[in-house]
């Protein structure tokens, strides 16, 4: 969050699972990509994304390598008992103070084995201040009123969190994802961070507690579960900061951020021409991102393989410009795009796709800006990253030109080697 120095124009927090991503009915992960290219065009560089999920650190990561998933600034984990903060994930140590306040794992531990109805999770869902179980939703009241109990009497203070009709968590009263970001909009408040904006996205019981915070703005997207509907139902449906989207998942949080009229909601997966996309954008961050989609469906065969295109990017690209690949190997920038004649349509039915991630440019002098991201190809299940500096100049109502391009294998990328990689 240290890279703002003023307040974020707006900050959204989202669960993961069945609301930032989808698991039934999306398969190349258009509603995420969707929503990807909305942040990084628009949003990235004066904003704030918060993830905050049930799942534990390592499901997360491994969630990252099976979805096109952005780098949040802030990962909420567990069910809001872990707090951390950028792309190395560095714990709010002040956090796991408060989570630890009248908290005893072992006493957790044996109270609950003595419930039958109550079957643990999987091992990597157990974690320091969290417990999870199965149980049937039939026992979920009986059960959650008898453990409140016990564990009151051993001296804890704890909190019962139901969802997805099966699951069920016992963490710290202190601890869920509405006081985590309680916790974080203090925190925000007191740098002097304050989001202008709030925007929290759900789909489960363990998202109720973000639709409780005051002042935000709340998205059910369309396919939430019945607890959360019962929710919305009895509390929140006359709320008119609160909305049950029309449209799954991230297609629903780009819904929510138009009807809120929160910024703009026109990604540019949305847009099908690009010469015709020349939007008066002073963030050279929009040239890059609509470049990598571009390039995505030239390669997809999905836009026409015509001299216009080819001859308006090398028209934005500088004469002398140059072209740094992974491997080392330079070339101009123009010959490149000449280049990609060869590969029009070549992944055609490969389940092909491109995203760029934290999308940052700064000004480095009047008229000279750097832009530097993480550019991702992805063909069937194999994964490449490279880290990508862009250099632009621009002048007055002249748009931007591209001088220099270099990139470099990230420490992310599944896959290091040379072989397709054009751009």
Not at 129 to 155: A, W
Not at 317 to 335: I, M, N, Q, T
Not at 406 to 420: A, F, G, L, R
């Amino acid at each position: 969050m240290e890279r703002l120095t003023s307040p974020p124009r707006l900050m959204i927090v989202s669960d993961l699972d069945d609301t930032m991503v989808e698991h039934r009915n999306d398969n190349e992960n258009h509603s995420l990509l969707r929503f990807n290219s909305l942040w990084e065009d628009a949003y990235r560089h004066d904003s704030l994304l918060v993830f905050s999920t049930g799942r534990a650190k390592k499901m997360y990561k491994k969630l990252r390598k099976e979805r096109p998933l952005l780098t949040p600034d802030v990962i909420v984990t567990s069910v809001g008992t872990e707090i951390s903060y950028g792309e190395s994930m560095v714990p709010d140590e002040n956090w796991v103070e408060i989570m630890n306040n009248k908290w005893n794992r072992g006493i957790v531990e044996e109270e609950t084995s003595k419930f039958p109805e109550l079957t643990l999770q999987a091992e990597t869902e157990q974690m320091p201040h969290k417990l999870s179980f199965h149980v049937d939703k039939s026992k979920v009241q009986e059960v959650t009123k008898e453990l409140y109990e016990r564990l009151e009497k051993r001296g804890l203070e704890i909190k019962i969190i139901f969802s997805g009709g099966i699951a069920l968590d016992v963490i710290p009263k202190g601890g869920g994802k509405g006081q985590a970001l309680a916790y974080l909009l203090n925190k925000l408040k007191t740098e002097g961070k304050l989001p202008l904006n709030t925007l929290v996205c759900g789909d489960s019981g363990n998202d109720t507690e973000l639709f409780t915070i005051p002042d935000v703005y709340g998205v059910l997207v369309s396919n939430a579960q019945e607890e959360l509907l019962e929710w919305y139902a009895e509390n929140g449906k006359h709320n008119s900061n609160i909305i049950h989207a029309s449209e799954r998942c991230a297609s629903g949080i780009i819904e929510a951020i138009g009807q809120f009229k929160l910024g703009p909601n026109l990604s540019p997966r949305d847009v099908s021409d690009f010469l015709e996309c020349k939007a008066d954008n002073v963030n050279p961050g929009h040239e890059v991102v609509e470049f990598f989609l571009f390039y995505e469906r030239w390669r997809r065969g999905e836009v026409e393989n015509c001299e216009a295109y080819t001859e308006s990017l090398k028209a934005s690209c500088d004469p002398a410009g140059v072209f740094v690949h992974p491997s080392g190997a330079e070339k101009l920038l123009r010959d490149t795009i000449d280049e990609l004649g060869k590969y029009h349509g070549d992944k055609k039915d490969k389940k092909f796709r491109v995203w760029t991630d934290q999308v940052l440019a700064t000004e480095t002098t009047p008229g000279t800006w750097i832009v530097k991201l993480a550019k991702w190809e992805q063909t069937g299940n194999e994964r490449k990253c490279c880290t990508t500096t862009v250099k632009f100049t621009s002048k007055e109502n002249e748009g931007f030109v591209w001088e220099n391009v270099q990139q470099t294998w990230s420490e992310e990328s599944e896959v290091k080697d040379d072989s397709n990689w054009i751009i």
